[in-house]
């Protein structure tokens, strides 16, 4: 399963499912992260994480860990 | 007939700004009950009857963070007469994800579109009208920053709250959902009122377990609706709760299709050029290091310190303590009452007061770091560093600030989102050594270790490592259990912050702080003045001359506790009210050695009591002594500002304990466990120090109990 943990920077990516469970899914999801969205990873912290994304016309910014629950194609 | 409004919107969305905007000065900061999250409530200008109340910033009324729940409660329980939703006009898509499940409550609601000016420049449009249209309710188009349009938006609202009337959400899912939705509403909610149905409904068909709760739904019940949620997501091969939320955005996504025009892709905005710098992987940490040490070097060592120093000694100690003694004295007022105006009172409020001026310049930059954006990035920057501790990124700047003084460190904590984290950084920031403690460490450096730097360095050393070690252990415990709240951060576009802005929320938090503060510092401070100043000459209880603390109540306090620091090496009753003493300011334990050694004034290191403490101590039990006053309970004025920022008597209390057992324990091993090295001698107290010592590797090594069931949720979700 490909997930956005393994999607590189500066490339995007399209969801296809987010899994998890409690706060952390919903909250991702209530950040825009749902089905079919576009995300585009812009960066990594500089100390290596978290991560910077782009989507829906946004900054967002998340753990390598909680990307891991994000899958993409 | 008095109304309320309750202005909701998401974080960064400008809700401060509007709020001020629409309340000028009429403003009532306090907290939200039992939690440390702030609560706004002001006078709309020009509506003397009614009463807005500014709701936490939230993404969403899912309740995943305690800001959600507060917001989702108070618009549930209190059922405010209108809503006005402020939306970011630069970033509706998801700025109106929170619109869709405001809209649901039944509450009537007014879309105030933010930031137009903004849309305008970088060339999109919105259809202010077909928004509406959309979503049944009226839009005003504001800028909340200019002032513009703020009159309209609230007499559009006032007149939506008037009318103290229902409103059905015109929003609608896509048929399958939409089929489920009634079938739960037709046999679980027909006898609840018509413009709740709706919420209640979506909730059941997410299986929110509060609101199954709620609404005591029978075992039969729940299966049957079970049922059509299976159905559902068998038709969308999606969990009911991603379907609403995916849903919810294709609905946005379809409005905003038909009602903005926006600006074109992959172009650059200003905001984006300055992230490309300023998080850079390479730059990121050089620009921290540069912004961090600008903050510290102003607010604390030059124009903080400066400032703060001209009030205590100019203002205080050469101005007001004389004139007021001298116009006592000339009045002829009783000495006793004389000494508790200017020692108890007058010093004790002064020393509220001298804080002041840093807190200030402090507020200023905080403001300006969280709305110009970049607070957001230092939590990204240092969120690696920090999070292991159960510390957010953000918390950086409290610890930094704390090596000047703790009581505005601990208020800035106030810009920490987590609870839990901002908890920890309150309960661990003062065990960084501050301004106040350096005396304490320059004497027992002089005496006992020829002046060297690297005591100094140790005391920094031991104080961050006791910020780390309780991170791990706390995190650990029952208090700090529970599902973390997520890391999951929008880091918003850079935006010049308003100056006005900057300064009421400086004038907010400055206020509020003397106003709680002071009430507690005034009453310690007569309660310590009282003791200092009152004991026992010859048997009879009578006001001390100076000098004669030696027969004071707190000698008397130290005299029966002294056996308690016996373990520590330094069981007498100098060195254990000289900690003591320390309660009203750390730097108050060197004065107090100067006046139980005879010296009356000391230099500021106590040269003069070098050879009076080195007959008094060894350097082993010196250290512990230090140990002690660096780690355990701060002064009263640290005291205050912890129990105002956790706005609980209970937690204050846990942070006081923690920190004296924490700085009893440390000076208990290294005195017991030193002697022990030095002497070879085994005894009862060194098996303890041992058994103190395992407790804490325990305590610091043990596998975290949430880590583990995280982990297999985790599992279970990715196999479900």
């Given at each position: 399963m490909k997930t956005l943990r393994d999607v590189r920077i500066g490339e995007s990516a399209r969801v296809v499912k987010v899994h998890g469970q409690g706060n952390i899914r919903r909250r991702v999801m209530d950040m825009g992260i749902t089905k079919n969205v576009e995300i585009f990873v812009r960066k990594v912290a500089p100390l290596g994480d978290p991560i910077e994304v782009n989507l829906r016309g946004y900054e967002l910014s998340l753990r390598k860990d909680d990307a891991e629950i994000i899958e993409v194609s | 007939m008095s109304i309320t409004i309750a202005v909701a919107g998401n974080p960064n969305s400008g809700k401060t700004t509007l709020f001020n905007a629409l309340t000028g000065s009429n403003q009532y900061v306090g907290n939200w009950p039992g939690v440390t999250v702030e609560k706004k409530e002001g006078i709309l200008i020009g509506h003397p009857k009614v009463v807005l109340v500014d709701l936490p910033g939230i993404y969403s009324l899912s309740t995943s963070s305690l800001e959600e729940e507060l917001a989702r409660d108070y618009l549930l329980e209190s059922n405010p007469d209108a809503i006005i939703n402020i939306v970011d006009g630069t970033n509706l898509e998801r700025n109106l994800y929170l619109t869709t499940q405001l809209a649901e409550l039944g509450i009537p609601m007014v879309l105030a579109v933010n930031m137009m000016d903004e849309v305008e420049k970088s060339g999109a449009k919105i259809d202010g009208a077909a928004l509406g249209n959309a979503f049944g309710v009226p839009v005003v188009e504001i800028s909340a920053l200019r002032e513009t349009q703020i009159d309209e938006l609230a007499r559009i609202a006032t007149l939506a709250a008037q009318k103290k009337g229902h409103f059905l959400p015109l929003h609608r899912f896509s048929g399958g959902v939409e089929h489920a939705l009634g079938h739960i509403e037709e046999v679980a909610l027909h006898q609840q009122p018509e413009h709740k149905q709706r919420w209640y409904a979506v909730k059941l068909f997410e299986r929110n377990e509060l609101v199954e709760a709620e609404l005591s739904l029978s075992a039969e019940l729940k299966a049957h609706i079970e049922q059509d949620i299976r159905q559902c997501e068998l038709e969308y091969d999606d969990d009911s709760d991603s379907i609403i939320a995916a849903e919810r955005y294709d609905f946005i996504e379809e409005v905003l299709e038909k009602v903005t025009v926006r600006k074109k892709a992959g172009e650059m905005s200003p905001s984006d050029r300055i992230d490309r710098i300023v998080t850079n992987r390479c730059l990121a940490l050089p620009i921290f290091a540069v912004v961090m040490f600008v903050v510290y070097y102003v607010s604390v060592n030059t124009v903080g310190a400066g400032m703060t120093e001209w009030t205590n000694d100019k203002l205080f100690g050469q101005i007001l303590l004389p004139a007021i003694s001298g116009a006592l004295a000339d009045w002829g007022v009783a000495g006793w009452l004389q000494g508790l105006l200017v020692d108890g009172i007058l010093a004790g409020v002064g020393s509220v007061l001298s804080f002041l001026p840093q807190m200030v310049v402090l507020f200023l930059f905080l403001g300006l770091l969280e709305f110009s954006g970049y607070m957001?990035?230092?939590?990204?920057?240092?969120?690696?560093?920090?999070?292991?501790?159960?510390?957010?990124?953000?918390?950086?700047?409290?610890?930094?600030?704390?090596?000047?003084?703790?009581?505005?460190?601990?208020?800035?904590?106030?810009?920490?989102?987590?609870?839990?984290?901002?908890?920890?950084?309150?309960?661990?920031?003062?065990?960084?050594?501050?301004?106040?403690?350096?005396?304490?460490?320059?004497?027992?450096?002089?005496?006992?270790?020829?002046?060297?730097?690297?005591?100094?360095?140790?005391?920094?050393?031991?104080?961050?490592?006791?910020?780390?070690?309780?991170?791990?252990?706390?995190?650990?415990?029952?208090?700090?259990?529970?599902?973390?709240?997520?890391?999951?951060?929008?880091?918003?576009?850079?935006?010049?912050?308003?100056?006005?802005?900057?300064?009421?929320?400086?004038?907010?938090?400055?206020?509020?702080?003397?106003?709680?503060?002071?009430?507690?510092?005034?009453?310690?401070?007569?309660?310590?003045?009282?003791?200092?100043?009152?004991?026992?000459?010859?048997?009879?209880?009578?006001?001390?001359?100076?000098?004669?603390?030696?027969?004071?109540?707190?000698?008397?306090?130290?005299?029966?506790?002294?056996?308690?620091?016996?373990?520590?090496?330094?069981?007498?009753?100098?060195?254990?009210?000289?900690?003591?003493?320390?309660?009203?300011?750390?730097?108050?334990?060197?004065?107090?050695?100067?006046?139980?050694?005879?010296?009356?004034?000391?230099?500021?290191?106590?040269?003069?009591?070098?050879?009076?403490?080195?007959a008094a101590f060894s350097p082993l039990s010196a250290t512990s002594f230090l140990i002690f006053v660096l780690l355990s309970a701060p002064c009263i004025a640290t005291i205050s500002s912890i129990r105002r920022e956790m706005n609980s008597a209970a937690w204050t209390s846990f942070a006081i304990g923690y920190m004296t057992s924490i700085g009893y324990s440390v000076a208990l091993m290294v005195y017991q466990l030193g002697t022990w090295l030095q002497s070879g001698a085994f005894s009862a107290w060194t098996g303890i120090a041992l058994a103190l010592l395992g407790l804490m590797l325990w305590l610091l090594f043990r596998p975290s109990p949430k880590a583990v069931g995280s982990l297999k949720q985790a599992n279970a979700g990715v196999r479900g």
């Open positions: - | 957001a990035r230092v939590a990204f920057i240092m969120d690696r560093m920090f999070r292991k501790f159960g510390l957010s990124g953000k918390s950086f700047i409290p610890m930094l600030i704390g090596s000047g003084c703790s009581v505005p460190a601990i208020m800035a904590a106030r810009t920490i989102e987590n609870e839990h984290d901002r908890r920890m950084t309150v309960i661990t920031t003062s065990f960084i050594p501050c301004g106040a403690k350096l005396p304490v460490i320059a004497m027992i450096a002089g005496a006992f270790f020829g002046g060297k730097g690297w005591v100094a360095f140790g005391a920094y050393f031991l104080g961050i490592a006791a910020v780390v070690i309780s991170g791990i252990i706390l995190k650990k415990t029952p208090l700090f259990q529970g599902e973390a709240a997520p890391f999951v951060m929008e880091l918003p576009a850079y935006r010049w912050p308003s100056l006005k802005n900057i300064f009421v929320t400086t004038w907010d938090r400055v206020s509020s702080f003397v106003k709680k503060a002071s009430t507690i510092i005034l009453l310690a401070a007569i309660v310590i003045w009282f003791v200092t100043y009152f004991g026992w000459v010859d048997g009879d209880f009578q006001m001390l001359a100076s000098g004669q603390i030696d027969q004071s109540i707190v000698a008397a306090i130290g005299n029966a506790i002294a056996w308690i620091f016996k373990p520590l090496g330094w069981g007498e009753w100098r060195p254990v009210v000289a900690a003591l003493s320390g309660l009203v300011a750390k730097e108050t334990v060197v004065s107090s050695f100067g006046i139980f050694y005879g010296f009356g004034e000391v230099a500021e290191g106590g040269q003069e009591i070098w050879s009076s403490l080195r």
